[in-house]
């Protein structure tokens, strides 16, 4: 089941994402919540009922409406550094024995066909296509082998970096770097668990059509189900909170000469049977400014 959040006719709310279009719950199920944050609340109940309406009718076409970030304000989005081998080698990074974790903030949640901002305060724009984990219950202190059990699905993102801002400091602070506005992509669908194996699928980016990274998630270090495993053992996970496993290699930054971002860029992520993202790189808006 690939559930999508969408706006039409200016109302944003979450539908069934199928060949032949969207089918609108808020139309087949009245009593669902319009958010997928509310939605992932909400637990199985809410899942089953949505369950109920696959293979119906479409309402839209995928060109009537407009795909957004599967949640607008994630209560967390939590991130993984140097999880695939091949990476951390291209990183000249030793291998982690335990995650390597940071945080992009709520705010840099976006859709996965909106621009992604440049700023004139760095010039270090990169790119990290990645499998995301999307929680489903809250949870804590989960084992490993119940891990699965605590997911809602998975989709795409970008860890877009600022490369400068992620490295100022001793140590580096991750978080700076990684959580401008607009700089998290995320989409196009929740891809429930029970159709994905997430440690086998085919992961592809593409910049202006230039293959960058082609890798398959049986390359990560900590798989999703460590990740859960660790991660909870310190904090409590919540419905909606979003894991970025990390990226493989090809990044920008460790290409020789380095390739990083310029406005007019175009990102592409796909992941297999999770679909695509597509972004591209515009001048940062000066109506940004909202002080």
């Known amino acids: 089941m690939k ?41 199985e109940t809410s899942m089953a009922m949505a369950r109920a309406s696959m293979g119906g009718s479409p309402h839209f076409s995928t060109g009537e409406v407009k795909l957004e970030a599967i949640i607008k304000r994630p209560p967390k ?13 291209e990183s000249n990074m030793a291998i982690p024995k335990v995650p390597l974790v940071f945080t992009k903030q709520s705010t840099s949640s976006h859709g996965p066909y909106d621009p992604i901002h440049w700023s ?34 998975f989709c795409i993102l970008n860890d877009v970096s600022v490369r400068d801002w992620q490295m100022r400091g001793t140590p580096p602070s991750f978080t700076m770097g990684k959580s401008w506005d607009t700089h998290c992509p995320i989409g196009p669908a929740l891809v429930t668990a029970d159709g994905v194996d997430p440690h086998n699928l085919q992961l592809k980016t593409y910049v202006n059509g230039d293959l960058r ?57 796909e992941i297999e049977g999770l679909g695509h993202i597509e972004n591209t790189v515009m001048q940062e808006p000066e109506n940004t400014q909202t002080y």
């Open 77 to 89: 989005i939590i991130a993984i550094g140097l999880n695939y081998r091949a990476h951390a080698l």
């Open 213 to 269: 990274q082609d890798t398959n998630t049986n390359d990560l270090i900590f798989d999703c189900y460590d990740l859960i495993e660790f991660l909870s053992t310190a904090f409590t996970l919540e419905a909606g909170d979003i894991i970025a496993t990390g990226t493989p290699s090809g990044v920008g930054f460790a290409q020789k000469p380095p390739a990083l971002l310029v406005v007019g860029d175009v990102i592409r992520i």
């Open 120 to 153: 004139e305060d760095s010039k270090a724009l990169d790119y990290e296509g990645e499998l995301a984990v999307i929680i489903g219950k809250n949870c804590r202190r989960v084992p490993k082998a119940k891990a699965s059990n605590v997911i809602a699905g």
């Open 3 to 43: 559930i999508v959040s969408f706006t039409e006719s200016d109302h944003t709310r979450i539908g069934l994402l199928q060949d032949d279009g969207i089918i609108d719950l808020s139309q087949t199920n009245p009593d669902l919540a319009s958010d997928m944050l509310s939605f992932l609340q909400q637990g």
